[in-house]
């Protein structure tokens, strides 16, 4: 469902999906295919999303392992 907002803008939640999923390493083109927009908007919310690191595990840090 598309929500109005304030000054005319829209909230689409296509938009937040393909974020999350840019993040979690989607490309442009599987966002565009599966979510339904642009190929344009989906290169560039790639291009906005930074991956999100995973925390480090707790017998990682117990033993001082780093990758």
Known sequence: MIRPLPYG???DPRVHAAYVLAQ???R???LA???GL???A???IVAL???TPAPRRLAD???GITY
């Open 28 to 30: 442009a083109a599987w």
């Open 9 to 11: 803008l829209v909230y």
């Open 61 to 63: 840090r117990a033993f």
């Open 33 to 35: 295919t599966h979510l």
């Open 24 to 26: 979690q390493g989607h």
């Open 38 to 40: 642009p190929r344009t």
């Open 42 to 44: 989906a290169r560039r």
């Open 49 to 51: 999303a930074r991956p």
